[in-house]
């Protein structure tokens, strides 16, 4: 299996702040992140200009869509979901998806 990693771009929802994301990124994390074994990593990361990126590494290919199909159905994704501006979002775009040719330890 080849690792894929998503970088998933996050754009507030207004009257959201920085701790709302965080809060639910947590109980995203605990509640649907941590059931699933095709994750293999994720990270949150915040841009200069307020912008922010959740950056998911899967097992593979297939863990990815089956983790993407389980999201739509969860109350606890939805919620994380409800802290972002999903306006330009389109679910029929692909995803930014890149696979893994190297992987280090620190």
Known sequence: MTPITVLAP??????KS??????????FQSDFV????GVLRRELVRAEDGT???IVQFRSEADMADVMEKEMQS???AEFFSVMDLT???PDAPMDTYV???THAA
Do not use: Q
């Open 34 to 37: 941590a059931n699933e074994p």
């Open 52 to 54: 922010y990126l959740d």
């Open 100 to 102: 893994s040719l190297e």
């Open 10 to 15: 996050i754009k507030l929802a207004p009257n």
């Open 88 to 90: 330009d979002f389109d």
């Open 75 to 77: 109350p606890v994704c």
């Open 18 to 27: 920085e701790t709302d994301l965080l809060a639910a990124s947590a109980k």
